[in-house]
């Protein structure tokens, strides 16, 4: 039986949402390990102005965790 994990990130990126998403998935794949899945769960962006200067994405990223057997 597997059990999932899910952790809440925010991404960011001078670029879109898109880019955003990568960044926050690719700093979590430093740390952890079976990444099954990613959901965006809100966007939104740092305005300067009158200009979007950075953008955000909130997302959740979903992993197996890994147990030893004894």
Do not use: H, Q
């Amino acid at each position: 039986m597997a059990v999932v994990k899910i952790v809440e990130l925010i991404g960011s990126s001078p670029k879109g949402w898109e880019d955003a998403t990568k960044n926050a998935l690719a700093e979590a794949a430093k740390t952890v390990k079976n990444i099954k899945s990613i959901y965006v769960k809100r966007c939104n962006a740092k305005v300067e102005n009158n200009k979007i200067v950075e953008y955000r994405a909130v997302v959740k990223i979903a992993f197996v965790v890994e147990r030893k057997i004894n």
